[in-house]
């Protein structure tokens, strides 16, 4: 176990890492190519069946070099066809990955924080408080994980054509190692997947929206759900640093350059507190210089939490008041929920590093 330890995972290392892993071996930087795609394409483990590289290179990779994966504490099935999957890391603590599959498509919802620190008033994630932040080896480890499960399991070759950083955490307050492993899920020699089908999702953290557009500027969904600074303060109480007019700032500035693109707002129907007439003419006056879209979410049930989901009459209303003011509208289908795999719902296992569990 000690030497396991000391081996370097070089899971979620960049291709520029890993050429210049292979750089102090004395090895052509073009067998970090070779390894890249052993490891994301072909999902290979052991060094050894690399065969095309060197018996001796081979040798010494598993001397010195390890591809450490988190393991599978559970799955869990949906009746609707999502499975969710807890993976317990190395110091113990467990996350949960979500796939939702669909005609045409498959998209994994991915954590990036071992719990979350900002105590949203709505989510099961915000009441278990907060452990730490992922490294990019445990971020990509979950594509990983389920790319090779869903093979396993009849979905094809390529089983996951979308990824969502709407799981556990907010990703932008883990900046680095989440850009890290978006990286890797948009290189050719790895998942090769496109930006338009790589979405961060976050509750609005501005410099970082802002750092994001020249970094890696993939999808990117907010987390709205109020139309004014006071309820949006209960909801996500980040706003209190970053108000709505700073983050819809942040946003436009995010979509220069691109005409074609479009923010996603996340709204969560509550019941009585965000869903009125009156709340969708104000949401239309915000989005009115924002190329947005808008996805209506409805609520999930969270054990302990005082809110209720929109009847369906309100949130239709309040749908089609937005669709008539122009601004692309989906009401977001919930999936998963009878295995608390929905979202808002996702919890894990961890050590609550913030005791928030104890302030319940």
């Given at each position: ?61 598993k ?43 498959g ?39 389920a ?91 980040l ?32 019941k009585?507190a ?20 808008v ?32 601004i ?33």
């Amino acid at each position: 176990m000690a030497e396991d330890q000391q081996r370097l995972n070089i899971v979620g290392m960049e291709r520029e890492a890993m050429q210049g892993f292979f750089a102090t071996l004395g090895a052509p930087e073009f067998h970090a190519r070779q390894v890249l795609q052993w490891v994301y394409q072909r999902g290979v483990s052991d060094f050894s069946a690399m065969t095309d590289l060197s018996k001796t290179l081979r040798v010494r990779l598993k001397e010195i070099a390890k591809i450490g994966l988190p393991d599978v504490v559970s799955e869990s099935s949906s009746a609707d066809g999502t499975r969710k999957w807890l993976l317990r890391l190395v110091d113990g603590n467990c996350i949960e990955t979500v796939f939702i599959p669909e005609e045409g498509r498959g998209t994994l919802c991915v954590s990036s924080q071992v719990g979350c620190a900002l105590n949203c008033s709505f989510c099961a994630t915000a009441r278990q408080g907060f452990n730490r932040n992922l490294d990019s080896s445990e971020i990509i480890s979950q594509l990983l994980i389920a790319k090779g499960l869903l093979q396993l399991s009849g979905h094809g070759e390529r089983p996951i054509t979308n990824v969502v950083m709407m799981g556990m955490g907010e990703p932008l307050l883990n900046y680095q190692a989440v850009i890290s492993a978006m990286r890797l899920m948009l290189d050719d020699l790895s998942f090769g997947l496109s930006r338009r089908r790589v979405t961060l999702s976050t509750a609005g953290v501005v410099p970082a929206i802002r750092r994001l557009s020249r970094d890696c500027p993939v999808s990117l969904a907010v987390s709205l759900h109020a139309t004014d600074d006071a309820l949006r303060d209960k909801l996500v109480p980040l706003n209190r640093k970053y108000p709505i007019r700073q983050v819809l700032e942040a946003c436009k500035h995010y979509l220069l350059g691109d005409q074609r693109r479009r923010v996603t707002f996340e709204y969560v129907m509550l019941k009585g507190a965000n869903d009125s007439k009156d709340d969708a003419h104000r949401l239309c006056g915000l989005l009115d210089d924002v190329r947005a879209k808008v996805n209506l979410i409805p609520f999930n049930p969270v054990p302990g939490v005082g809110w209720q989901a929109s009847e369906s009459g309100a949130l239709n209303t309040f749908r089609d008041v937005l669709l008539s003011a122009g601004i692309m509208t989906v009401t977001r289908r919930t999936r998963g929920a009878d295995i608390e795999a929905a979202c808002g719902q996702l919890a894990g296992q961890f050590r609550d590093r913030t005791q928030r569990r104890a302030r319940l």
